[in-house]
Antibody, heavy 120, light 110 residues
Framework: HPQLQESGPGLVKPSETLSLSCSFS??????????WGWIRQPPGKGLEWVGS???????YYDPSLKSRVTISVDTSNNQFSLRLNSVTAADTALFYC????????????WGQGTMVTVSS | QSALTQPASVSGSPGQSITISCTGT?????????VSWYQQHPGKAPKVIIC???KRPSGISSRFSGSKSGNTASLTISGLQAEDEADYYC??????????FGGGTKLTVL
């Protein structure tokens, strides 16, 4: 069955760039019906959408993060990635990758999440 | 980002019904038939329990139901069970190609 798995460093220094990848198995990231997104959850807080990308390259970001975020897709390796630059302690969070329909409907498949701490 | 408004906490006894509200605007909740609800147990990834305002994905108990009136969506859980104790989040597509989550509601089963 389809699964998502996040990977990347668990510790990033302030002002540096956070980089995460998400691998999709059990299907193709080239499916026209889906967007591939990133959601973060600061410790003890709620869910925050970061952005989403289609395999065609169409991408959209949360306005509050748009200036610092880049999401890209690697169809040959069936994965997509997140880069968040100029990080601060406020970016410390559990990062999830997830899939949702092009229509904007629900995130139906989620990764297990990966914790990223911003600290020197 | 401006989160959708949910109560911080709700509680109920086993067998009872509870409702969690999610209030937005005509640019998000009221503007699209795309409200979804997620259940998150501690240490686990969220799980979708309602999509497209009121549809249950395959495998989700009929005890969970969604509805919407104007700019407010609601999640109702009937026949409350101990396993329902979790955090619940609403989510919707919004104008400007955004996705917005609610602040989350902690459900306690007494």
């Amino acid at each position: 069955h389809p699964q998502l798995q996040e990977s990347g460093p668990g510790l990033v220094k302030p002002s540096e760039t956070l980089s995460l990848s998400c691998s999709f198995s059990g299907g193709s990231i080239r499916d026209d019906n889906y967007y591939w997104g990133w959601i973060r959850q600061p410790p003890g807080k709620g869910l925050e959408w970061v952005g989403s990308i289609h395999h065609s390259g169409r991408v959209y970001y949360d306005p509050s993060l748009k200036s610092r975020v880049t999401i890209s897709v690697d169809t040959s390796n069936n994965q997509f990635s997140l880069r968040l630059n100029s990080v601060t302690a406020a970016d410390t969070a559990l990062f999830y990758c997830a899939r949702h329909l092009v229509s904007g409907d629900a995130f139906d498949i989620w990764g297990q999440g990966t914790m990223v701490t911003v600290s020197s | 980002q401006s989160a959708l408004t949910q109560p911080a906490s709700v509680s109920g006894s086993p067998g009872q019904s509870i409702t969690i509200s999610c209030t937005g605007t005509s640019s998000d909740v009221g503007g699209y038939t795309l409200v979804s609800w997620y259940q998150q147990h501690p240490g686990k990834a969220p799980k979708v329990i309602i999509c497209e305002d009121n549809k249950r994905p395959s495998g989700i108990s009929s005890r969970f139901s969604g509805s919407k009136s104007g700019n407010t969506a609601s999640l109702t859980i009937s026949g409350l069970q101990a396993e329902d104790e979790a955090d619940y989040y609403c989510c919707t597509y919004a104008s400007g190609s955004r996705i917005i989550f609610g602040g989350g509601t902690k459900l306690t089963v007494l």
